[in-house]
């Protein structure tokens, strides 16, 4: 079994929608999470970065973190065309000397 | 804006050359760096971690005398991909975590290396 799952998509939304993309994961262990956007021929961009479980917004974007069901969700409203790329989530343990674990990503794209 | 910056963003070479990539931590020491490959639709593949003033550590199958890793200061790493093969062809993206407890990684835009 992976570290970390996550469904590789593609998804594909009309403009406006609200886009919820998912991951979960095996270690209980996990304690930051991360999710990351990363367009054609570029590298992965921060999007957001959580610890423990709970929400976090920021603008557009809710990260939403369930410990108890090992699964963690980025929600994106009023989604733009911009949006479309893919995205990455990644998790990491507390004080592990930097080992991070990503899952495969999912593509989406946001149709105008 | 960027905290890492990689320099080539994209580079052709013949078969048997050596290329050259760059990671630059901008506003933070890295004492830490990650070498990551990527093939088209898939995601990320750990290749080595770069430690700043000591030896590289390598992934189970990365040839370590094939991917050369140097890293130079505690805002540059350096990867080298010696005797280069069309297999070779890829997306190579460094990264790096602040240099704090717990930080996230900070990714460079990624090196696009054609092998003709």
């Known amino acids: 079994q992976k570290e970390v799952e996550q469904d590789p998509g593609p998804l594909s939304v009309p403009e406006g929608a609200i886009v919820s993309l998912n991951c979960t994961y095996s270690?209980?262990?996990?304690?930051?999470f991360m999710w990351y956007r990363q367009y054609s021929r570029k590298g992965p961009e921060l999007l957001m970065y959580?610890?423990?479980?709970g929400n976090k917004e920021d603008g557009r974007f809710t990260a939403q973190v369930d410990k108890s069901s090992k699964y963690i969700s980025l929600f994106i409203r009023d989604s733009q065309p911009s949006d479309s790329a893919t995205y990455l989530c990644a998790m990491t343990l507390i004080n592990t000397g930097n080992q991070f674990y990503f899952g495969t990503g999912t593509s989406l794209t946001v149709i105008p | 804006g960027a905290v890492v910056s990689q320099h080539p963003s994209w580079v052709i070479c013949k078969s048997g050359t050596s290329v050259k990539i760059e990671c630059r931590s901008l506003?933070?020491?890295?004492?830490?760096m990650f070498w990551y490959r990527q093939f088209p639709k898939q995601s990320l593949m750990l290749m080595a971690t770069s430690n700043e003033g000591s030896k590289a550590t390598y992934e189970q199958g990365v040839e370590k005398d094939k991917f050369l890793i140097n890293h130079a200061s505690l805002t540059l790493s350096t990867l080298t991909v010696t005797s280069a093969h069309p297999e070779d062809s890829s997306f190579y993206i460094c990264?790096?975590?602040?240099?704090?407890?717990?930080?996230?990684?900070?990714f460079g835009n990624g090196t696009r290396l054609t092998v003709t």
């Open positions: 959580t610890y423990s479980s």
């Open positions: 270690n209980s262990a996990f304690q930051y």
């Open positions: 990264s790096a975590p602040r240099d704090r407890r717990n930080s996230p990684l900070h």
């Open positions: 506003d933070f020491q890295a004492t830490t």
